[in-house]
């Protein structure tokens, strides 16, 4: 180490070069030994069984890419001589076809879908992976798209095993170059199963939210596995979603997000007057019980009906649908008050559009929203009290005000038989 240290110093080698030449020179180092036991493991257990294999060299090296630049790796070549027939060796850690590590085979996805091009993708690795660059070039996206546009295939006719107690939908309208309506929906609904956690359940393109392609996407779900309703859905107010909603699951209860709720009703108003409403619209539902949210209603109704009464008349409209979540354990309030879910992930969607002055083609949209989607999902955290789920669906218990009541046995058993 200290002939390096020296050699690099001598040269003028620029400090940070020299601890990537050390990373990855250990780096070197510690995949060779580790490659070596795994021969040695081999030889152990097939001489063991009087078959011999011995050591034939070194065959060429492998140079493969990682994320401190390309390591060049030694094989070592084996012979069998004498005995009978015997596995090959495959080391596990240095598969015959890898050429670049995991973590780079997701950096490359992830780039592109954080907004850089094709052409710019080389030029964006460089400074990583340094100039020798190879396996990373525009057509290397092209391809990853194809592989993409196959996979989200495969989801969309995968089964759905989990039981699913709330689900979040909402379309989202993208600029699409290509084809005949510009003002692409894409509809996506987000699942919370029983045990807590968030799972995508469906993307699909819609004309413009209608009850239509609603219907198509849910009738899929159910098809796919889907057929017990869930308790609630969030949405906003696309009458479109919650007509194919009463049509598919006609049990499922609703409930209207309150963020786009708010926005409605403060695009009325003027905005001199929009925080304060806004104010009193936070604490309708952040009350407590229904009780407190009713007094928070009627003060705002008291405030605005006189000189605006379309706002007044937006928020009253919805009144019920805006307050199931009361019928839901208290700690799960934060989640299936609003569509939030859904929006904080095509936020990132949105990103790569505008950088990218829209998508190219409806299956480009899709497409890009269903990995953004996969990526977003293992980050997804399980619902606060998650596991209250199992006692939404249990009929000895209800919720009221959030808390949870035990319910009379006259009153369980005839919620069984409906």
């Known amino acids: 180490m200290k002939g390096l240290v020296d050699n690099v110093i001598s040269l003028g080698e620029n400090p940070r070069d020299l601890i990537t030449r050390v990373l990855k020179d250990g780096a070197k180092r510690m995949l060779a030994q580790a490659i070596e036991a795994e021969v040695q493991e081999y030889l152990s257990d097939v001489n063991r069984d009087e078959v011999k294999v011995s050591r034939n060299g070194k065959a060429p090296t492998r140079k493969i890419q990682t994320g401190l630049g390309p390591i060049e790796i030694e094989r070592q070549k084996l012979?069998?001589?004498?005995?009978?027939?015997?596995?090959?060796?495959?080391?596990?850690?240095?598969?015959?076809?890898?050429?670049?590590?995991?973590?780079?085979?997701?950096?490359?996805?992830?780039?592109?879908?954080?907004?850089?091009?094709?052409?710019?993708?080389?030029?964006?690795?460089?400074?990583?992976?340094?100039?020798?660059?190879?396996?990373?070039?525009?057509?290397?996206?092209?391809?990853?798209?194809?592989?993409?546009?196959?996979?989200?295939?495969?989801?969309?006719?995968?089964?759905?095993?989990?039981?699913?107690?709330y689900c979040w939908a909402d379309g989202v309208y993208f600029d699409i170059r290509l084809g005949d309506d510009q003002r692409q929906c894409i509809l996506v609904i987000i699942g919370a199963t029983a045990k807590g956690e968030k799972k995508l359940l469906g993307i699909e393109a819609g004309y413009?939210?209608?009850?239509?392609?609603?219907?198509?996407?849910?009738?899929?779900?159910r098809d796919r596995g889907l057929t017990k309703p869930p308790q609630l859905a969030i949405g906003d107010g696309a009458m479109g979603f919650w007509a194919a909603l009463d049509e598919i699951y006609p049990t499922t209860t609703h409930q209207r997000c309150w963020v786009h709720r708010?926005?409605?009703?403060?695009?009325?108003?003027?905005?001199?007057?929009?925080?304060?409403?806004?104010?009193?619209?936070?604490?309708?539902?952040?009350?407590?019980?229904?009780?407190?949210?009713?007094k928070a209603f009627k003060r705002f109704e008291e405030t605005f009906e006189a000189k605006y009464p379309k706002a007044v008349a937006k928020l009253i409209d919805t009144r019920e649908k805006t307050m199931a979540f009361y019928d839901f354990p208290a700690e799960h309030w934060s989640h299936i008050r609003s569509t939030n879910p859904i929006e904080s992930m095509f936020s990132t969607v949105r990103l790569r559009t505008r950088k990218t002055k829209g998508c190219g083609s409806v299956t480009a949209t899709i497409t890009m929203v269903f990995k953004l989607a996969c990526c977003a999902e293992k980050r997804w955290r399980k619902l606060n009290g998650s596991k209250l789920m199992a006692d939404i669906i249990d009929a000895r218990f209800r919720f009221v005000d959030g808390i949870k009541e035990e319910v009379c046995v006259d009153q369980a058993q005839a919620s069984y038989t409906k």
Request: zero cysteines; glycine letters at 4%.
């Open 208 to 221: 413009r939210e209608s009850k239509l392609s609603w219907t198509s996407l849910l009738a899929k779900l």
């Open 79 to 165: 012979r069998k001589k004498a005995g009978k027939a015997v596995r090959p060796f495959e080391s596990k850690i240095l598969p015959r076809y890898l050429r670049k590590t995991k973590s780079l085979e997701e950096l490359v996805p992830w780039l592109y879908l954080k907004g850089i091009s094709t052409s710019d993708m080389s030029a964006a690795l460089e400074p990583l992976l340094g100039r020798d660059l190879k396996g990373f070039s525009a057509s290397t996206v092209v391809g990853l798209k194809s592989k993409w546009a196959e996979e989200y295939k495969a989801w969309n006719l995968s089964d759905i095993n989990d039981e699913i107690i």
């Open 262 to 294: 708010t926005a409605n009703v403060l695009d009325i108003l003027p905005k001199s007057l929009q925080p304060k409403a806004k104010s009193m619209i936070h604490d309708i539902y952040q009350a407590e019980s229904r009780a407190e949210a009713d």
